[in-house]
């Protein structure tokens, strides 16, 4: 079961680095998949993930800013990982996989330098989830990275709903990310 955590939460990580994909207009501004929902700032764009077949089973939505040409193009993703009925994790062994992947298993992903900035348990409903806030840098390109993650856990899977932007956007960003975050919600 350990493993599997970490396997999911190693995938979600490589998630949130991920970018520069071309993507259409969503026109909406809004994401449902009939059990959660989440808005997000209507000039943003659906992004067609294809990098990674395995990846990309677990993505059930991926936005991003306008893009200027050069930067890292914030975005935000949400992706579902399964797990045995009744057996998902609890939010404080989901973070605590979530950082180890970051610590551990960082400079296989490219990663270094992560450092949590804030973490948070959020009642959504009756549920209890975690935000974290934290930064690391993109070791190919030396860029720091920060990034603010929802990691909601239900019955039998765990959403997580990430917004990553490098460090120099984080203030243009930061409110934007709350606003889509605190959007969350459980059907």
Known sequence: MRNRIVLLTICLLFMTIITGCSGGNT???????GEVSFT??????????KKDADMAQYIEAFVGAPMKMGDFQPNANLTVHSFPPRKTPDIHELIRAAEEAFTVNGSSMGIENYRRIDFEVLNIGEVEAGLLTSEYTVSKSNTRMKTMQLVVPLEDKAYNLTATCSSSQWDEYEEVFTEI???FSII
């Open 27 to 33: 026109g909406s501004g809004e994401f449902s998949n």
């Open 40 to 49: 997000y700032p209507a000039d943003w764009k659906e992004i067609k993930y």
């Open 181 to 183: 975050i605190q959007s």
